[in-house]
Nanobody, 115 residues
Framework: QVQLVESGGGLVQAGGSLTLSCEASRSIYSIERMGWYRQALGKQRVLVADITSGGITNYADSVKGRFTISRDDAKNTVYLQMNNLKPDDTAVYYC?????????WGQGTQVTVSS
């Protein structure tokens, strides 16, 4: 059963923009935090940004000023707006949801930034 559905990945030139979205199933209740992680080839998965149910945001230093995370509670969806993309942003991006002491992960979406 798919509970997190990601979309918005793709190929973009350096300096371009992409927006990722992640819709959580309505079967997931009491979401406390939603976030985005990424994993580059041969690297560890790292946090990119997250947002709490209260709207508090957190960003990795490498994306501050370029990425914006937001959520739409009515749609149970979290977004990641990515501007001024760099080749180092190339990775598989994973949506993460923490709710009621359970961790959920999206299937991953590839973002490739060419130079």
């Amino acid at each position: 059963q798919v509970q997190l559905v990601e979309s918005g990945g793709g190929l973009v030139q350096a300096g371009g923009s992409l927006t990722l979205s992640c819709e959580a199933s309505r079967s997931i209740y009491s979401i406390e935090r939603m976030g985005w992680y990424r994993q580059a080839l041969g690297k560890q998965r790292v946090l990119v940004a997250d947002i709490t149910s209260g709207g508090i945001t957190n960003y990795a230093d490498s994306v501050k000023g370029r990425f914006t995370i937001s959520r739409d509670d009515a749609k149970n969806t979290v977004y990641l707006q990515m501007n001024n993309l760099k080749p180092d942003d190339t990775a598989v991006y994973y949506c993460n949801v923490y709710a009621s002491f359970w961790d959920y992960w999206g299937q991953g979406t590839q973002v490739t930034v060419s130079s």
